[in-house]
């Protein structure tokens, strides 16, 4: 039996057999939070200082770690988080946790400098953040890019800010469900983001945030400037905080773009009506989305009504 090695002209035959496009397994579109985290792929959210972008990650972050429903609308995933933060010392953070109503949670992790000595710190190739990624398989959120480009390089050169990218997907690789990167806007807002096209070209969703303070309330607007379609997603929400220093804040919807999907308790309620007499295993086919999800509802509706089965 010979023990010669495949020639380079057989290894390329195998490949060319292997990875034909029609044998991709069809693969659906999944969120770790409806419309706003895509499912194991890399996104980005940018804007200016204080506009909102961490309130935003912890909101997210209450959402992933209990499984409910961002902004009462959005439906998320269960799953560990993981902060990568070298921005906020411990008291904003505990802040923010506090704000958010996020004191008992056991799933959320911090690694950060925290701007105080002896806070665990890790670079996005250290072996033990990818072993966290494969133990805890945690969505990640990266506050801020700018904090994990290497000393000396630039966000406007494109090969520097290629790697840091790969980098961030190289977590998802290792185990992590999802990473958001929060990232700065143009100065005068000529560009949504800062720095070279290199930068939105590795995510699957990226979305620029406005803020306007008005009388009662903060207003945020949300343009998604990259997606998995070409829908121009346009979405605002109404923060309010309550407190000095803040002592809790809250989330809910102004308005969204027309198109935008329907809450979860919106579209059980359509699939009612289109199927009158359906039972509870044919209104989840026909919603599609969590299963646990819309039993709950429809144990909801059934409570209301009784005429679920």
């Not at 980005?44 to 935003?56: E, N, R």
């Not at 109503?101 to 670079?123: A, C, K, R």
């Not at 801020?144 to 000393?151: E, K």
Request: charge should be neutral; include cysteine; glycine fraction near 6%.
């Amino acid at each position: 039996m010979s023990d010669s090695k495949p020639t380079n002209e057989q290894i390329a035959e195998q490949v060319w057999e292997a990875l034909k496009l029609h044998k991709l397994e069809n693969t659906p579109y999944e969120w770790i939070i409806e419309g706003w985290i895509p499912k194991g792929e890399l996104s980005m959210y940018t804007g200016q200082f204080a506009s909102l972008k961490t309130y935003l990650e912890f909101l997210w972050t209450k959402a992933i770690c209990t499984g409910t429903p961002f902004a009462d609308r959005w439906e998320a995933e269960q799953h560990n988080v993981l902060i990568l933060d070298r921005q906020s010392g411990k008291a904003t953070l505990t802040l923010r946790r506090n704000a958010v109503g996020l004191n008992d949670e056991q799933n959320v992790v911090v690694i950060g400098l925290h701007t105080n000595p002896g806070s665990l710190d890790m670079d996005l190739d250290d072996k033990v953040l990818g072993e966290i990624c494969r133990k805890y398989r945690p969505a990640i959120f990266v506050d801020s890019l700018v904090d994990y480009i290497p000393n000396g390089r630039s966000e406007q050169d494109p090969s520097t800010m290629r790697e840091v990218m790969r980098q961030f997907t190289k977590l998802i690789i290792s185990g992590a469900v999802a990473v958001v990167v929060l990232h700065h806007k143009a100065k005068d807002d000529s560009s949504s983001y800062r720095g070279t096209t290199a930068i939105p070209a590795a995510t699957a969703v990226s979305a620029s945030l406005s803020k306007k303070v008005m009388k009662d309330y903060t207003r945020l607007d949300v343009k998604q400037f990259k997606g998995r379609d070409s829908v121009e997603r346009k979405i605002s929400l109404k923060f309010v905080f309550r407190g000095e220093p803040v002592q809790n804040v809250t989330c809910t919807v102004l308005e969204v773009s027309e198109g935008e999907t329907a809450s979860l308790e919106d579209r059980v309620k359509k699939a009612l009506e289109e199927n009158p007499g359906a039972n509870a295993n044919s209104i989840v086919r026909a919603v599609g989305g969590r299963r646990e999800r819309i039993l709950k509802i429809l144990a909801s509706l059934r409570e209301e009504s009784g005429t679920i089965n």
